[in-house]
């Protein structure tokens, strides 16, 4: 139920982020055509491109379906095999943790200021998608850990390890 809200919550947020982004760019693009470029199109586009690449990469890890090396599991077998699929998870934690304590710290650097073309918009908050985003990944990781045991237990029964 939990992985179910968490997918259907990251699926919509990665829709309205990929069209906002499409109407941007090519709204930014019409203008600069017309002669009359925008001043916040580029800083705009980056800031949703970014944003779209980590909930996306959320989204990718709930699937699990984030870029791995699967073959050095495969090729283990029993313990072995579970001991480097355990380790993997933590150490991708470890590393999304990382990345969210890091990037609290750029957002509470970035207190008081704005973005170059849009003055009004808290620069904080545009790269608030920093930790967000590693804590959505280590969410959707831990969510999709259940599968990965699975497919452990799944291999080992196929090829006959108890």
Known sequence: MLRTGVRRFL???VLVLLAS????????????????ALVWYDEVASILLAW????????AALRRAHIGVPTLAKRLHGRARL?????????????FAAIAWAGWQVVRVLEGTSLVSLPSVPAALAQSVIPIGAVLF??????GLKDALSEVEARDAAEGEP
Do not use: P
């Open 83 to 95: 001991a480097v699929v355990i380790l993997a998870e933590i150490a991708v934690v470890a590393f």
């Open 21 to 36: 982004l499409a109407v941007v760019v090519v709204v930014g693009v019409g203008f600069r055509k017309a002669g009359a």
């Open 138 to 143: 280590i969410v959707a990781q831990l969510l």
């Open 52 to 59: 779209l690449t980590y909930y996306g990469a959320a989204l």
């Open 11 to 13: 699926e919509g947020a």
